[in-house]
């Protein structure tokens, strides 16, 4: 599915992520970044992974797929950082719960040749931070994809299926139907 994928921002989420990415043997290459070196110490001491990277150029450097894991309020920062090292025809996703504001980042940066396709897995528990993260948050949960103008059908159907990979159950909207609904639900 994908070769080497790189997470970004270890909370929750991204170690959820990372766990059951492992745990499946989804791919043959996953590199953490977090700026909290209290996180990445955590992530080694545990055995989760050694594969982790405190440059964020560097953990994204030859990846396929790129997940944001990290708050909406950090994204501008992170796209910026990494933007110059994205490999060509990558897919960059995220698991933000808001999309429109951050796709309009995206368009504003006028990424070029990378696949941009906003993911917002329904999931999550009361308690936080990569000790709180577990393989099987994903498992029969909903993941909503928002796929951008430019987004390839193939790539879509590949995030579809490493979502469904690790147990979500999938479902493509706008982002404006996304934003929408989920306003009203929150």
């Known amino acids: 599915m994908f070769k080497h994928i790189s997470i970004i ?34 992530l080694k001491k545990e055995n989760i992974t050694n594969d982790t990277s405190s440059n964020i150029q560097e953990a994204v450097h030859n990846a396929d797929l790129i997940i944001i894991a990290a708050p909406l309020s950090s994204y501008k920062e992170i796209i910026l950082s990494i933007k110059d090292n994205l490999k060509k025809n990558c897919i960059l996703t995220d698991t933000g719960s808001a999309k429109k504001e951050v796709n309009k980042i995206i368009q504003n940066l006028n990424l070029k040749n990378i696949s941009w396709i906003a993911s917002h897995p329904i999931a999550g528990t009361e308690d936080s931070g990569p000790k709180a993260g577990f393989a099987e948050l994903f498992d029969n949960r909903w993941c909503i994809l928002s796929p951008s103008e430019n987004s390839k059908k193939e790539d879509v159907n590949k995030l579809q299926n490493f979502w469904e990979s690790i147990g979500s159950k999938v479902k493509i909207m706008s982002f404006e139907e996304h934003d929408h609904i989920l306003s009203l639900t929150s």
């Not at 991204?14 to 953490?32: A, E, H, T, Y």
């Open 9 to 42: 921002g270890c909370g929750l989420i991204g170690s959820s992520i990372l766990r059951s990415i492992i745990r499946k043997k989804i791919s043959d290459n996953v590199v953490v970044f977090d700026k909290s070196k209290e996180v990445l110490s955590f």
